[in-house]
T-cell receptor
């Protein structure tokens, strides 16, 4: 069955550094991948979409890469700030919005 | 005001009770979804609806039912709640594209004693 793995351990980094979160998957060939941010007690909020034929996507301080050979996506936040502290979810899809979500990685940015 | 509104936000109930979680949206999207979130697990799809006359089971539909009363309203029911249905439930909407982002509500936290 399809499996998505995100680091279950929290990622702790210092303010100003680049945070890198990993999303690995098996037994699936997604057409696209999405990243969401979720704050405690809130619903996830969409951040970025990257398609299988795209290697990299950027939005402001965010950068996502998608390697279909390694079956991996990396999510980078440059010049991280305490306000970036949240849980980040990756989701894979192949048509009709039936996304498969990872459990998420919690990011803590310390001043 | 929130574009996707869920009620109630918190509910504590007892085993065997019937529970309804309601979702309404002002985004004008045709597609609506119900997800369940448990600690350490990814969001799991319970049911989804692509329009008012279309209802589809997701990966964990057993023990749940839904009703799409209008384009803007999608309700989730637990006919006879059990403790392992204790979870955080999210309603979401999306545009009718194959990669459309999901817009989530604030969640409904359900505890079944």
């Amino acid at each position: 069955s399809q499996k998505i793995e995100q680091n279950s351990e929290a990622l702790n980094i210092q303010e100003g550094k680049t945070a890198t979160l990993t999303c690995n998957y098996t037994n699936y060939s997604p057409a696209y991948l999405q990243w969401y941010r979720q704050d405690p007690g809130r619903g996830p909020v969409f951040l970025l979409l990257i398609r299988e034929n795209e290697k990299e996507k950027r939005k402001e301080r965010l950068k996502v890469t998608f390697d279909t050979t390694l079956k991996q996506s990396l999510f980078h936040i440059t010049a991280s700030q305490p306000a970036d502290s949240a849980t980040y979810l990756c989701a894979l899809g192949r048509g009709y919005n039936k996304l498969i979500f990872g459990a998420g990685t919690r990011l803590a940015v310390h001043p | 005001d929130a574009d996707v509104t869920q009620t109630p936000r918190n509910r504590i109930t007892k085993t065997g009770k019937r529970i309804m979680l309601e979702c309404s949206q002002t985004k004008g999207h045709d597609r609506m979804y119900w997800y369940r979130q448990d600690p350490g697990l990814g969001l799991q799809l319970i049911y989804y609806s692509f329009d008012v006359k279309d209802i589809n089971k997701g990966e964990i539909s057993d023990g749940y039912s839904v009703s799409r009363q209008a384009q803007a309203k999608f309700s989730l029911s637990l006919e006879s709640a059990i403790p392992n249905q204790t979870a955080l439930y999210f309603c979401a909407t999306s545009l009718g594209t194959d990669t459309g982002e999901l817009f989530f509500g604030e969640g409904s936290r359900l505890t079944v004693l």
